[in-house]
């Protein structure tokens, strides 16, 4: 019901704000204001899949969500976006298509909850003490101030760069995003089930497992993320051989988004901790920070350097939200997850990117490209595993690598 009353109002918002959008971007982004009724939707289809994720954490199961929003959703706009290409649908129909892609892990979603025969809809009246709704209600607010704030921040640059720029650039930006958002794939599915135990770790007052947990996700979310950034930095130009003519604009904006995924994964559970904690009231508060940072970088820097200024400004934000964040958790808790092995991965990750950089990109049809990224990224994924098993940088990695070969062998045995 809750959701239902918010959606509602959120459609009314959207109604009565139409006349203020489309005095600010009928210049420039036209095409929006004439779809602008395809944001209720999105809305509603986004929101609905958000409540029944939570739900599903809740009964710790944190990999459906990922998988279908992170995987799922993903392939669908993909495949939406080639078949509009191809020229196979219009462009109503291709919107179409998309908001089915919206649609579709929501369906998955509550049949997945209704198959763990988790899906009520019986109402039940639970008395609680008024002290206790008085947390609850103050509770709920900073998490629907975090939440908000999140929003904001994650389409803030790119309606300043609609509106600075025009459409062009901004499908340019939201296209380059997407590969950034790539590089985040590893770690999604950690911070919710990390919620979980650390949430256990604090009622327990076990500071050594949360000082684990921590640490743990540091170097093997920064091992993740820099072989899926060094892979995607390394094959971009062949990539952009593939794309349409003009993508290539955003070579940049993928490093620097990149880079400012790399450095929030780098900083690890540092958020979940301060959320779990009796001090989460400072992480609604850096989000409300972050989002007046983030609206300065990019009022200072889209009119200098276009979209690349959007993502230099995200990175800024990313780096700074994220100091704040790791030096309260280590002011008030006394934890320090940083080790020489971050550093050292580090400069494995460089160094097997200028190697990779070395080495010529070859030009011809559809195949060649294919075998080009192929080779590229295995070489690129043999040499960076190889170096965190050979230095031993992670004994996570290395008994998961051990682990691994050792299945494999048995396979060929």
Not at 51 to 62: E, I, K, N, Q
Not at 82 to 96: E, H, I, R
Not at 129 to 156: C, G, V
Not at 383 to 402: C, H, K, M, Q, R
């Amino acid at each position: 019901m809750t959701t239902l009353a918010g959606s509602s109002l959120s459609i009314l918002a959207l109604w009565l704000a139409r006349p203020w959008v489309v005095g600010l971007y009928q210049a420039q982004s036209a095409l929006f204001v004439d779809y602008y009724y395809v944001l209720i939707p999105l809305m509603v289809f986004t929101v609905f899949f958000a409540v029944f994720d939570t739900y599903a954490r809740l009964l710790y199961d944190p990999v459906t969500g990922t998988l279908l929003q992170q995987l799922v959703q993903r392939i669908l706009i993909l495949l939406t976006g080639v078949v509009y290409w191809l020229g196979w649908v219009t462009f109503p129909q291709f919107v179409g298509l998309w908001l089915l892609a919206f649609l579709l892990p929501l369906v998955l979603m509550v049949y997945s909850v209704a198959q763990d025969k988790s899906l009520f809809f019986n109402r039940r009246f639970i008395s609680v003490s008024p002290e206790l709704r008085r947390n609850i209600f103050r509770y709920s607010a900073l998490t629907l101030t975090t939440a908000l704030s999140t929003q904001i921040i994650w389409t803030i640059d790119k309606a300043m760069l609609s509106t600075s720029k025009g459409l062009d650039d901004t499908g340019v930006y939201s296209t380059a995003s997407y590969f950034a958002s790539v590089i985040a794939l590893p770690a999604t599915a950690l911070y919710k089930v990390s919620g979980t135990l650390i949430a256990e770790s604090w009622k327990a007052n076990d500071m050594n497992n949360i000082m684990t947990i921590y640490r743990k996700s540091c170097l093997n979310q920064l091992i993740a993320g820099c072989l899926v950034f060094v892979g995607v930095a390394a094959n971009l130009p062949t990539v952009f051989a593939i794309l349409p003519a003009g993508y290539e604009s955003g070579y940049y904006v993928i490093l620097w988004l990149g880079l400012s995924k790399l450095i929030d994964m780098a900083t690890g559970v540092n958020g979940v901790i301060l959320s779990t904690s009796r001090y989460y009231a400072y992480d609604s508060v850096f989000f409300v920070l972050l989002i007046f940072v983030t609206i300065l970088a990019n009022k200072l820097l889209i009119p200098l350097y276009g979209m690349n200024g959007a993502a230099i400004g995200a990175v800024l934000a990313t780096f700074l939200y994220n100091f704040a964040r790791t030096v309260l958790v280590g002011l008030k808790f006394g934890l320090q997850p940083f080790t020489w092995r971050n550093a050292a991965v580090l400069v494995l990750a460089a160094l097997i990117w200028f190697v990779a950089e070395l080495v010529p990109h070859h030009a011809g049809s559809w195949w060649i490209l294919g075998i080009d990224v192929a080779l590229r990224s295995a070489a690129i994924g043999g040499l960076f595993l190889g170096g965190i098993y050979v230095f031993n940088l992670s004994p996570d990695a290395t008994e998961l690598l051990n682990g691994g070969w050792s299945r494999i062998k048995k396979i060929v045995s």
